[in-house]
């Protein structure tokens, strides 16, 4: 089953593991398939046009990403051809899975790595595309830090910075560290994308992920030990 299809079931089943809480959400206010999905799609080609062209890579890239169940890829390439070319911004569509999942950012933050395989589809990011990301992010309620955690795990950065990756100062201490890094790594642990729903284009995203989020903490670890001061203990 597909990653938005999956979660959209999640939402309007019987059992809903998202809570809602809050004004936005009351009891008994669930988010009909149709609006979940929209909206998934909406933010996918809005990135997909975010630096004003949508290039085939990129339309890969979004199907690869938000796949439809058999029998549904059809609808799935109108309502995407619709979305982009569709003047309206892409601000309620963030805003609106925001709302849903503010107490789950593991899930906006499978939203977002999704977002960085499209916009990566074409072998780089434009300045567009990056503030677009950014934007999106903010949206989600992500801080600057944690989206430059996001964006490197995604981009790399200058000698691939592993406090960035870890989303911590360098001046931290070793339990800093250890939380910093056990936290990240259960959010993007492959395992807990399979048990979301994602299909195997995002898994191998989050293969990925954990590659560069272990390689910082390994890092880390290393200078810690030339220097004297200790590893983090695990």
């Known amino acids: 089953m597909s990653f938005w299809r999956k979660l959209a079931d999640l939402i309007t089943g019987?059992?809903?593991?998202?809570?809602?809480?809050?004004?936005?959400?009351p009891p008994g206010r669930a988010v009909d398939d149709a609006e979940f999905a929209m909206a998934l799609i909406g933010l996918g080609a809005k990135m997909a046009k975010a630096d004003g062209v949508v290039t085939r890579n990129e339309e890969r890239a979004f199907l690869q990403v938000f796949q439809a169940p058999p029998g549904f890829e059809a609808s799935l390439r109108r309502a995407?051809?619709?979305?982009?070319?569709?003047?309206?911004?892409?601000?309620?569509?963030?805003?609106?899975?925001?709302?849903?999942?503010?107490?789950?950012?593991?899930?906006l933050e499978d939203v977002l790595d999704g977002l960085f395989h499209i916009a990566k589809a074409d072998g780089r990011v434009t300045q567009d595309e990056d503030d677009f990301l950014s934007r999106v992010a903010?949206?989600?309620g992500f801080t600057a830090r944690e989206y430059d955690r996001i964006r490197v795990a995604h981009l790399g950065a200058p000698e691939d910075d592993p406090y960035v990756i870890l989303g911590i100062d360098r001046d931290a201490d070793e339990q800093a560290v250890k939380t910093a890094y056990r936290k990240v790594?259960?959010?993007?642990?492959?395992?807990r994308l399979i048990a979301r729903g994602a299909p195997a284009e995002m898994q191998r995203i989050a293969v990925e992920k954990?590659?560069?989020?272990?390689?910082?903490?390994?890092?880390?670890?290393?200078?810690?030990?030339?220097?004297?001061?200790?590893a983090p203990a695990e």
């Not at 982009?84 to 892409?90: E, I």
């Not at 590659?211 to 001061?229: E, F, Q």
Request: glycine residues 8%; aromatic residues 10%; proline residues 4%.
């Open 80 to 107: 995407f051809d619709l979305a982009k070319q569709t003047t309206l911004g892409f601000d309620g569509y963030a805003r609106r899975l925001a709302r849903r999942f503010k107490d789950h950012p593991a899930v």
């Open 185 to 191: 790594a259960s959010q993007n642990h492959p395992d």
């Open 14 to 25: 019987h059992r809903d593991p998202f809570e809602c809480r809050g004004e936005d959400c």
């Open 138 to 140: 903010d949206l989600f």
């Open 210 to 230: 954990m590659a560069v989020i272990n390689a910082a903490y390994a890092a880390i670890t290393r200078k810690r030990d030339v220097k004297g001061l200790g």
